[in-house]
């Protein structure tokens, strides 16, 4: 068995150190690294500190039955309490919580105060409704306050929400509904999306037609479309919300009372419904967003573009953001609608300090061309952020100068649905951060990159990325199948928890995520990251994106195809030039055993909804394969226009 598991190939020398006056403001200092290894568990605890309990716990972390971890045993807590009461009581209820910009162009202010009492009146129609502490609710909605109302309401009275993102299908809502015996679904007649109204309301009674116990729709009129109704069964939102109390007088639920379930997307195989509880999770999202942001309440107006269907959304746009007291810019639609400046125009609009986003949505800047972020001032920024894959260097470079006018940090943040918080990223004032590295684990928690062996591979060295402690936001189990949850996150190595992402050290033992090992290819012997081969493609200034796929090879056992897409607004040569002067760049950048087999040049990618590329279609093509299930792709047309135009392309030699 060989001890490296994964080569190491590309190297990156730049280093961006933050500046002395971000240094000296900055909410972490360097000395974090240190407490947290000296005080081990009670450096959480100080964080479970910053939070406001009923009951103060016994135990900080009870691991005798792991993997299935309590934190904060015998405490008692309420998420909604944390993210609302306490700032009104503390005299800040006047301060705006969100910024709602409605695709249309429709806005709406809204205070912590008004979100405290839509939130009271939420929680006391689902009592009205019948929802009690531990059933689930469904929430199927578009990214309007609504959505953060509904999933605040459930926390308030101990309900379990289970978003599902609103661009999935009827299916995938009834097999998740089924899969949670969800008794509520919580949505809305439709949302704005590419300067339309798409309607959300006939997927869920499409999804009811299958068998469910879901009792009740209460649904949210947001597109005013007409829209199918079932009396016995539905209930418009302001109907019954509006009239209720303003007050409630919030319970208080046991650290470890579900706070909420998400399913993990991707695969064929049935979805898995990862869980997260609460006193754990609510102290590392807030003690997360405070030192990985730098949030500032009073001065700072911080962006997640995240969708709530996603544990991003879970995580830094609703709990995080708001335990810590933050003013957020929330945006319904799309980037592109109506102009492909949108974000930069509202980052100018409200005066962003802080934004969140994704690689995916950044390397579609850069396809789209310098000349719309140029067209806004985005001077008000100061830290940025990426989370969802592996950024590569060259589209950091793009982000930092181009977005961050050169001043801002970047946090590279990786962390997972299970992980529930930020794992490994830059502290913001503290670390010298690498172009397209994570860098190092956040203090608390403990990463390593080992082999097959589960041997630390040391620096400069590639491997397996694994977690050996617990951590207080870790998931409590996958919902209903203990079975699973341990084959599949503690089975490969012997009481560790394994991410299913590859990763290097390089030498100064920065951490690089290499994407997901199956994803891992082979070549000549060469266990070859298709992350490093997509960077080095995204490093040729006509490269604005790049996927990259192991296809059976009768000579090499793999051979590399790569899929790219073109830069706007940069002259380059065409053609067989074009995929020509590609292949040699890559073999420059990372060595010859790196040469792409064949390059075709796509207009798009396929991809999850969330943003990351599958790579599983794309090995379908490049083998001559049927393509397997797309179902959760966000443009199932992708794949056609690739396969096609693959069986009309040359192969190179
Ligand atoms: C990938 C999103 C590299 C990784 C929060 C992980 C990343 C999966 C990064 C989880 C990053 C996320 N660098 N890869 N900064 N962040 N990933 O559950 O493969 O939607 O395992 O959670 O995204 O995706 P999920």
């Not at 830094?316 to 708001?322: A, H, S």
């Not at 974000?343 to 310098?370: C, H, N, Q, S």
């Not at 943040?413 to 670390?431: R, Y």
Request: overall charge negative; glycine content about 10%; hydrophobic content about 40%.
């Amino acid at each position: 068995m060989s001890a490296e598991t994964l080569d190491n190939l590309s190297s990156e020398n730049r280093t961006f150190a933050p500046s002395p006056e971000f240094a000296a403001q900055a909410n972490a200092q360097p000395s974090l690294y240190s407490e947290a290894e000296e005080e081990g568990v009670a450096f959480w605890e100080r964080q479970a500190e910053a939070l406001v309990w009923n009951r103060r716990w016994d135990t900080a972390l009870d691991w005798s039955n792991a993997p299935f971890a309590k934190w904060f045993v015998g405490g008692k807590i309420n998420a909604s309490v944390n993210a609302l009461d306490r700032h009104v009581a503390e005299g800040h209820g006047g301060r705006i919580a969100f910024h709602f910009e409605g695709e249309p162009g429709d806005t709406r202010d809204i205070s912590y105060a008004q979100l405290l009492t839509e939130v009271s009146k939420a929680a006391n129609a689902l009592t009205e409704m019948g929802i009690t502490s531990g059933d689930r609710v469904a929430i199927y909605m578009p990214l309007i306050p609504e959505a953060a109302v509904a999933m605040l309401a459930c926390a308030r009275i101990g309900a379990i929400h289970s978003v599902v993102f609103g661009g999935f299908s009827a299916e995938a809502l009834l097999s998740r509904i089924q899969d949670a015996d969800a008794k509520l679904v919580i949505t809305a007649d439709g949302g704005f999306r590419k300067g339309a109204a798409f309607a959300l309301k006939p997927a869920v009674d499409e999804a009811l037609k299958g068998e469910t116990n879901v009792k009740q729709v209460l649904v949210v009129k947001r597109t005013g479309q007409e829209t199918a109704w079932n009396e016995s069964r539905d209930i418009w939102w302001h109907d019954i919300v509006d009239r209720q109390h303003s007050t409630h007088t919030p319970e208080f639920f046991d650290s470890e009372h579900p706070l909420f379930i998400l399913y993990t997307s991707g695969t064929t195989a049935k979805p898995k419904g990862i869980f997260h509880t609460t006193g754990g999770y609510l102290t590392q999202v807030a003690y997360t967003h405070k030192v990985v942001f730098d949030i500032k309440p009073k001065t700072d107006v911080y962006w997640c573009t995240a969708d709530v269907g996603w544990i991003t959304g879970h995580s830094y746009m609703v709990y995080g953001p708001l335990i810590n007291g933050a003013t957020q810019v929330m945006y319904e639609g799309t980037p592109d609608t109506p102009h492909k400046g949108r974000v930069f125009e509202l980052v100018e609009k409200y005066g962003v300090t802080i934004l969140y986003t994704a690689p995916t949505l950044i390397r579609t800047w850069m396809k789209w061309g310098d000349e719309y972020p140029n067209q806004f001032n985005l001077s008000s920024l100061r830290l940025l952020g990426s989370v969802g894959e592996p950024i590569n260097p060259e589209a950091w470079i793009w982000y930092r100068h181009v977005i961050g006018g050169n001043r801002c940090p970047i946090v590279d943040t990786w962390w997972q649905t299970e992980t529930g918080a930020i794992m490994i990223s830059p502290l913001p004032g503290v670390t010298a951060t690498k172009p397209g590295s994570a860098m190092r684990p956040l203090p608390g928690i403990s990463a390593k990159v080992v082999d097959d062996n589960g041997v630390p591979v040391g620096d400069g060295h590639g491997g397996y990325l694994i977690l050996d402690r617990p951590w207080p936001s870790m998931l409590r189990g996958v919902w209903g199948e203990d079975e699973r949850f341990k084959e599949t996150y503690w089975s490969r190595f012997e009481g560790i928890y394994f991410a299913g992402d590859g990763a290097k050290l390089d030498d100064d033992g920065a951490i690089w995520l290499l994407g997901r090992v199956d994803d891992v290819m082979n070549v000549s012997g060469h266990r070859i990251s298709t992350t490093e081969v997509e960077s080095a493609l995204v490093s040729h200034e006509a490269v604005a994106e790049a996927a990259v796929v192991g296809a059976a090879d009768a000579m090499t056992g793999q051979g590399i195809v790569a899929f790219v897409i073109l830069r706007g607004g940069v002259e380059h040569v065409e053609g067989e030039e074009l995929v020509k002067e590609l292949r040699n760049h890559v073999a420059k950048e990372i060595g010859a055993i790196a040469k792409p087999r064949q390059i075709m040049v796509v207009n798009e990618l396929p991809k999850t909804r969330s943003g990351k590329i599958m790579r599983r279609l794309l090995k379908d093509v490049a083998e001559n394969r049927a393509v397997g299930d797309a179902t959760t792709l966000a443009d199932p047309n992708v794949m056609k226009l690739i396969s096609e135009g693959l069986k009309s392309s040359s192969s190179d030699d």
